[in-house]
C-alpha cells in the first residue's frame, strides 16, 4: 500500500499538541489500516528571469494537509535558527540531578511500605501536596525562561537547558506520582482522587516535549551538534529540529486555555482531529485519547512518526502540539529553481521556520551533485547547513526572515538563491 504523503501547513488555531510522554490509562484506542491516496501540489509559474542565471518560482497548494498550530507573525517577538553542541557540563547536571531525584523517590517508596495504613495515607497525600508544589515552580519556571528569551534577556543556548532540565524533572515527578498511586492503590477506599491524579499526569506532560528531549540528546552528545530553531511571544514558544530524518516540532501556547464548563468528548476529540489534520489521520494507523472535562490528549500514530495534541475543553482549543514527521513524506507548497554558474539548484519550502528541500544537479546532464550549502540573512556571515546527499538533496529548517542559499559545488562553481519564505498563515489550507 502506497504511503499517503504529508503536506506541511500551520492552523492558526489557538490551540497546541504535545508528544513523546506517556499517557494515562483508561483512556480511548483506536486502530486503523490508512487509506491508500495519491496528492500531488499543483503549480503555477510566476517568475523567469534573464541570463546569465534563470530564476523561476512556482507556488502549490494542497488540500491533503498536515496542518500545524503556530505564533501568530504578529506576536513573535524573537525568533533565533542556530547550530547548538553537545556540552558536558549540563549534561553531567542532568545525570547528577536525575539519580538525586530517583533516589528520592525509592526512598519515599521504601518509607511508605514501613509505615502502617493509617499513616501511610496521610505521607502519601503530603508527598502529592510536594508534588503538585514542584509542579507550580516548574511552571513557573518555564513561564519566566519564555518571558526572559523574548525580551532578550536570556541567551538561546541558556533557554534551552532551562527547558531541557524541565523536560527531565517532570519525567521524574512523573515517575514518582505513578510510585505514589501505586502505593495509594495498596488502601482500603480510594484515598486520592482520580481526577487528582491525572490532572496532575497532565500537567507534567505538558512540560515535557520531543524538541526538548532532543535538545537533551544533542547536550549529552547521543546525537549530533543540530540546527534548532526557537520562536516566541511573550507567553508561548516554537521550537523545531530536523534529526535522523524527522521533522520535530513543539508548540506550546498555554495562555490561550480557556474557562468555564466544557461538554468535550472523546467523540468530539476524534472529529476535531480528523477536520485539523485530516491527511495525517487517514495516514495513522492508531490513536488514542484520554483526559478530564478541561483538557484532552490525543496520540495519533503513523508510520515512523507521531502527532500528540493537548485541546482545551471550554474553547476546544489546541494549546500543545508535537510533531514528529518523517522527512520522506512532507509535500511542499512552493519552489524556486535558480540555474547559475553550471548549477541547477531547486529549494522546495513549507513555511518560515519548516523544513526546507534543496536539491542541486548538474545544469547539463542533470546528474545529481554533492555540494555545500550555506545560509545567510541580513548581510551576516553565512552558516553552513550541510551538504547534499548522493540524490544531490538535502533537508533543512528555513529561517523566519529573507535569506539567501548559497550553493558551492565541486569546483568553483556557486549559485546563490534568495528566498523569502511564506508565513505560516500563507500556507493554510482546507481550513
Keep these: 500500500m502506497k504511503r499517503l504523503p504529508l503536506v506541511i501547513a500551520v492552523l492558526l488555531v489557538t490551540t497546541v499538541i504535545g508528544v513523546g510522554v506517556g499517557l494515562p490509562s483508561g483512556g480511548v484506542d483506536g486502530e486503523r489500516q490508512a487509506a491508500s491516496v495519491d496528492a500531488q501540489p499543483s503549480s503555477q509559474p510566476q517568475l523567469s528571469d534573464a541570463n546569465p542565471s534563470q530564476l523561476s518560482d512556482t507556488m502549490g497548494a494542497d488540500t491533503n494537509v498536515t496542518n500545524t498550530v503556530a505564533i501568530p507573525a504578529g506576536e513573535i517577538e524573537r525568533s533565533d535558527l542556530r547550530r547548538q553542541y553537545a556540552d558536558l557540563g549540563p549534561a553531567a547536571e542532568f545525570d547528577t540531578d536525575l539519580t538525586t531525584d530517583r533516589l528520592a523517590t525509592r526512598t519515599i517508596e521504601h518509607e511508605l511500605d514501613a509505615l502502617a495504613a493509617d499513616e501511610r495515607g496521610e505521607r502519601i497525600a503530603a508527598e502529592l501536596n510536594a508534588v503538585e508544589t514542584e509542579i507550580d515552580a516548574l511552571e513557573t519556571r518555564e513561564r519566566t525562561a519564555i518571558r526572559e528569551f523574548s525580551r532578550e534577556e536570556l541567551a538561546p543556548r541558556e533557554l534551552l537547558i532551562e527547558l531541557a532540565t524541565i523536560h527531565l524533572e517532570a519525567a521524574t515527578l512523573r515517575d514518582r506520582t505513578d510510585m505514589l498511586e501505586s502505593q495509594a492503590s495498596t488502601l482500603d477506599g480510594e484515598p486520592i482522587s482520580t481526577s487528582r491524579l491525572q490532572r496532575m499526569e497532565y500537567d507534567l506532560q505538558m512540560l515535557e516535549g520531543p524538541l526538548r528531549a532532543h535538545v537533551v540528546s544533542v547536550l549529552r552528545a547521543e546525537r549530533p551538534a543540530d540546527r534548532i530553531l526557537i520562536e516566541t511571544s511573550d507567553t508561548s514558544i516554537t521550537m523545531a529540529a530536523i534529526d535522523n530524518e524527522q521533522y520535530i516540532r513543539e508548540v506550546n501556547r ?89 548549477l541547477n539548484v531547486t529549494v522546495e519550502q513549507t513555511y518560515a521556520g519548516g523544513p526546507l528541500r534543496l536539491t542541486v544537479t548538474d545544469a547539463e546532464t542533470g546528474e545529481p551533485l554533492e555540494a555545500t550549502v550555506t545560509v545567510g540573512q541580513d548581510g551576516q556571515e553565512s552558516q553552513t547547513v550541510g551538504t547534499t546527499n548522493a540524490d544531490g538533496a538535502l533537508w533543512t529548517l528555513s529561517p523566519r526572515a529573507s535569506f539567501t542559499v548559497t550553493v558551492l559545488g565541486e569546483d568553483t562553481s556557486a549559485a546563490f538563491v534568495d528566498i523569502t519564505p511564506p508565513a505560516p498563515e500563507t500556507v493554510t489550507s482546507g481550513q
Aim: zero cysteines; a negative charge; aromatic letters at 8%.
Design 254 to 342: 498555554k495562555p490561550l486555555r480557556g474557562t468555564g464548563d466544557s461538554q468535550l468528548t472523546p467523540e468530539r476529540i476524534e472529529e476535531l482531529t480528523t477536520e485539523r489534520y485530516p491527511t495525517l489521520w487517514e495516514q495513522s494507523t492508531s490513536w488514542s485519547t484520554d483526559g478530564l472535562e478541561s483538557v484532552f490528549v490525543m496520540s495519533v500514530s503513523f508510520d515512523q512518526g507521531e502527532l500528540r495534541t493537548f485541546t482545551d475543553g471550554p474553547t476546544e482549543r489546541t494549546f500543545i502540539e508535537h510533531q514528529r514527521l518523517p522527512l520522506d513524506d512532507v509535500i511542499t507548497g512552493s519552489e524556486t529553481t535558480k540555474v547559475q554558474d553550471g
